[in-house]
Every structure is written in C-alpha cells, then in structure tokens.
C-alpha cells in the first residue's frame, strides 16, 4: 500500500485563548477552515516544520510564538475514495500529523496569508477550540476532535 505522508501542524491560540484557522483556497477543501499545516521535508526536525509552515502559510515568524507542548503522538488520517491518487501527485494514502501548540505573541497585523506564494488560504479567523471539528473537512475531523481533547486544557 501507499505510504503516509509526514505533516506538521501548528494549533496557534491567541490572548483569548482562541485558534487561528484559515479557509483553504484549494478545491478539494474549498469553503472549510484548518489549522497551518504542512508536509515534512527530508531530514527536517518536525517542530522546525511546524514553525516553517507557520511562517509560510501565515506570516507568523518563529519569534512570535510561544511552543506550549508537542502532542503525544502523531495522529494519521486516510485520504477518502475520491482524493485517492489525485493529491499530493497520488504517491500517498494520507497523512500522519505531528501537531503542535504555541501561542501567538504578535498582533493580528502581523497575520499575512500573501507570505506564501501561491497563498493557501484566502481568509482567516480566530475561533473557539470546540468549534474547529466543525470547520475543517470531514475527513481529518476525527484528528481534529482528538487534537482538541489533547490541546484544550493547556490553552
């Protein structure tokens, strides 16, 4: 079978202990909200990757960003029928997430979703932790309820 791919994501939760999310530009997401994430590249330690991602998908410097915890383990996902070979040149069967925690230090004009070219998202928000299963695509929902059990009681 197809491997997973290796992915970092980043839970970035401001003052008031609210999650930034940014509405996916691209089709097969298109209308749903997550969390920056994004692959690894080879050799790279994941908690860099995460704070790349940040940086590229975001705006948000590593210096604006307090790293609260690591989540235990990495959660995995499986693409469904339809994106199967379509994604990520078809060379995986999903994706196996280390997430991370961090809080935002900057202020929300620090947030610039053009810093990635082209951007990944067209806009963003901040939102209660409860809320972000319902945003995000249903596929990686199970992911996010498990990540909201894991993250909210250290926000």
Do not use: T
């Not at 089709?27 to 330690?45: C, L, N, R, T, Y």
């Not at 379509?86 to 280390?98: D, L, N, S």
Request: contains cysteine; hydrophobic residues 45%.
């Amino acid at each position: 079978g197809l491997p997973y791919r290796p992915c970092a994501g980043f839970m970035l939760v401001n003052r008031d202990g609210l999650v930034f999310v940014g509405q996916r530009i691209d089709p097969s997401a298109h209308g749903f909200w997550q969390m920056p994430q994004g692959g690894i590249d080879k050799g790279e330690d994941v908690r860099e990757a995460a704070l790349r991602e940040l940086q590229e998908e975001v705006g948000v410097a590593a210096h604006l960003v307090e790293v609260i915890a690591q989540s235990g383990r990495p959660y995995i996902y499986d693409l469904p029928p339809e994106l199967l070979g379509k994604v990520w040149k078809g060379k995986y069967r999903g994706q196996e997430q280390y997430w991370f925690l961090g809080r935002f230090l900057g202020e929300d004009a620090d947030i610039d979703l053009e810093a990635h070219d082209p951007p990944e998202f067209n806009a963003w928000r901040w939102v209660e932790p409860a809320a972000l299963p319902d945003l995000i695509v249903p596929f990686k929902r199970e992911v996010y309820e498990a990540l909201v059990a894991e993250f909210a009681p250290l926000i």
